[in-house]
């Protein structure tokens, strides 16, 4: 008998446990449909593929509609894809932060073409990391010459 009690409790436990993570989870991500994320400014969206053709990209957040100051906002790309001066910075006092992209040079392994940047805003979670994502592309072209 003990041991049915022994485990009708554990497992009551751990389901109280997944309540209580999934609630949490639940919780973030309806809170972050109220965070926008938007590309403000793009400096070039079809730069040569030599890192001599910086992109600047101004990023700005908002919740419902207001700016998000000190929020901390990361940008990617994919691998052999260029690189970013700073993958991680803060927004300002309008929610907003510029990133600066360079370009890789193009060569017989990394030939010019799209290139997806994802912008992820992580200031917005109380409980469980939930993202706002903001993808886009620049076409990187062939330098001249």
Request: proline share 3%.
């Amino acid at each position: 008998m003990k041991k049915r009690s022994s485990l009708f409790i554990k497992l009551l436990v751990i389901g109280i446990l997944a309540f209580v993570l999934f609630a949490a989870w639940l919780f973030d991500f309806i809170r972050a449909k109220e965070f926008d994320v938007d590309i403000i400014y793009v400096s070039d969206t079809t730069p040569y593929a030599m890192e001599e053709d910086k992109v600047l990209l101004t990023v700005r957040v908002t919740h419902k509609g207001e700016p998000c100051v000190n929020h901390e906002v990361e940008v990617r790309t994919g691998e052999n894809q260029g690189r970013f001066s700073t993958y991680l910075d803060t927004t300002d006092e309008n929610g907003c932060v510029t990133f600066e992209y360079v370009p890789y040079y193009e060569n017989e392994w990394t030939k010019a073409g799209p290139i997806t940047i994802t912008v992820l805003e992580l200031s917005n979670s109380i409980f469980v990391e939930v993202n706002v994502i903001e993808e886009f592309n620049i076409i990187e072209v062939q330098p001249l010459g």
